[in-house]
């Protein structure tokens, strides 16, 4: 049996070495970072040393960083928070965010996901009422990065926050929050080789936010509960580490567009989603018709491969993509897979994921042509 290969780092990341050694320190320690003894204090070093890590990997101060249970919970924190009633966003954001308000039409994007800048101009030029804008810097089934800086000169024209779900791109791409103009950033431990369960929202210092989560005066009183101080250390072990790893990381686009390259030979009618356009360099996402994405994926993990038929947010459901049909794409969205690659992969997982990926594609087409005999 050939070894497991692990293509859905946008998923989860397997945790790294440096988050195992940072919890277990953790757990050693004991305390709550709210008492005020030996044993309190020594538990809030080890927090306020992990948010500054998780700062440090977004250009920002630890004073701007608030602890959550993950991605998710930021994102909600930040657009329920920030006591804008009018939400405004992309139609291809993570359900985390086109869930927290609904009744507004997105806006739409163009057929590689871009979101259509002069629909958000309107947009914001038309409603009444204060506005909070929430656009993704890279998206998590395609890897294609959104024009964040420009989405926040236009906001900021007709006074809008500005929030960015950078849960994908953090550790993948330098993120420089102050240079992207937005107000307020989430991110996720587990997305960059940290333990699952927390996340964080990094918040401009001059930004009111409402808690929603009341109860104690932690994270600054805008986040109630006893501090998370395992995984805030194991966060802060993996965000320095993907900082320092970042220009290793790069490197992966070669790798990726070997392996598109591959699928194109075998099968000329795939569609790569993104392919010209700036996006993460890690992930590939692709579709070819008539062979359904949990045929793929399942194939693929019969033969000890992973990947993923894109967002993993949906309880283990294979279904068809709405980043797809929001590009138009409303018939290849349940043809579609992602391969995501990370900092264990090397050129023998890219050829194995070609090699099995050739045979289901080949049984399929087998299997097409056998149906297509027995109906003439």
Known sequence: MKPAVYLDFNATAPIRDEAVEAITQAFRTGGNASSVHSFGRAARRLLEDGREQVAALVGVSGDDVLLTGGGTEANNLALLGC???????????????????????????????????????????????????????????TGVLQPVGKVSEIAKRH???????AVQAAGKIAVDMRALGVDMLSLAAHKIGGPQGIGALIVGPEVPLSPQIRGGGQERRRRAGTENIVGAAGFGAAASAALAGLSNFAKLAGLR????????????????????????????????????????????????????????????????????????????????????????????????????????????????????????
């Not at 006074?159 to 779900?165: I, N, Q, R, S």
């Open 83 to 141: 006591g804008r009633p009018n939400v405004i966003v992309s139609a291809v954001e993570h359900p985390s965010v086109l869930a927290v308000r609904g009744g507004n039409e997105p806006i739409p994007v163009d057929g590689d996901g871009i979101i259509d800048l002069a629909a958000l101009e309107a947009r914001l030029a038309a409603q009444s009422g204060e506005a909070v804008v929430s656009v993704m810097l890279a998206n998590n089934e």
């Open 159 to 165: 006074g809008a926050l500005v929030h960015c779900d």
């Open 257 to 376: 567009d070997r392996m598109e390259e591959a699928v194109l030979s075998v099968a000329s009618d795939a569609k790569m989603f993104g392919r010209t356009m700036m996006r993460l360099p890690n992930t590939s996402c692709f579709a070819v018709p008539n062979l359904p994405s949990d045929t793929q994926v399942m194939a693929l993990d019969m033969e000890g491969v992973a990947i993923s038929s894109g967002s993993a947010c949906s309880s283990g459901k294979v279904e068809a993509s709405h980043v797809l049909a929001a590009m138009g794409e409303h018939e290849l969205g349940v043809n579609t897979i992602r391969v995501s690659l990370g900092w264990t992969s090397g050129s023998g997982d890219v050829d194995r994921f070609v090699e099995v990926w050739r045979k289901a594609y080949l049984r399929n087409r087998e299997r097409a042509g056998a149906e297509e005999l027995v109906a003439s």
